[in-house]
Structures are given as C-alpha cells and as structure tokens.
C-alpha cells in the first residue's frame, strides 16, 4: 500500500483550511443579514428577495493576514445592495474614505470597536 506524500498531505490540509474558512464566512455573513434585517445599510433597500452583499469593514485578505479574530466577528461586516457595495460613488469600492465616514457616523460603536481591535495587534 502506497502511504501520501508530504505534499499530498499539505494539500489536503490547505484544502480542510479553505473549506473551513468558508464555512465561517458563510455562517457569519448570514448572521449579518438577519441582524440587519434584510435591509442596505445605507439606502435601507428590502433586500429580502434580492442579491445581498456584505462588506467587511476590514477586508477579508487583512483578517487572513493580520486579523484571524475579525473573521466571525459580526461587528466587522455590513449588508449593502450591490449598488451602494459597488457602484455609488461613496461605495467602499468606489470612495472608501467616504464610505468609512459613513460607517463612522452610523455606527460610532462599532467603528470604535474595530479601530481598537486594530490598534492592539502585536506586530
């Protein structure tokens, strides 16, 4: 009987990895749609029958990276409509800063909380 390689193994484990970030992710986004009801943050749109997007706050490759803790933290993420996500000029796509200025007024807890969070890695 043939025993894998170790890169065999490495793969496998890269692959158990991804498909339990996913997970997490998946679990987390939907945690944010049912806290935020269904509804765009921004232009309070009923998204219940239509696509929703949410936004991290902190972008996915900074938690892989920096912020492993963020990942299921719902505190980091926002439901948008794809419009308000991608296209409006004050999308955090399209104008960050002002998206972030948004966030800031609308949600002074949270932004805090992430602006800490952030603060405290150790590097």
């Known amino acids: 009987m043939k025993h894998p390689t170790k890169a065999l193994l490495k793969k496998r484990e890269k692959r158990k990895l991804k498909k339990e970030f996913k997970s997490k992710l998946s679990k987390c986004k939907n945690k944010i749609i049912e806290r935020d009801n269904y509804h765009c943050q921004k232009c309070n749109k009923d998204l219940s029958s239509q696509m929703k997007h949410v936004h991290h706050i902190v972008s996915l490759q900074s938690v892989k990276r920096m912020h492993p803790e963020l990942l299921e933290d719902t505190l980091n993420g926002i439901l948008l409509c794809s419009y308000c996500h ?9 104008g960050g800063f002002e998206f972030v200025e948004f966030f800031k007024n ?9 602006i800490n969070k952030l603060k405290s890695k150790k590097f």
């Open 86 to 94: 991608k296209f409006a000029p004050d999308s955090p796509h399209q």
């Open 106 to 114: 609308k949600f002074p807890d949270r932004y805090e909380y992430l």
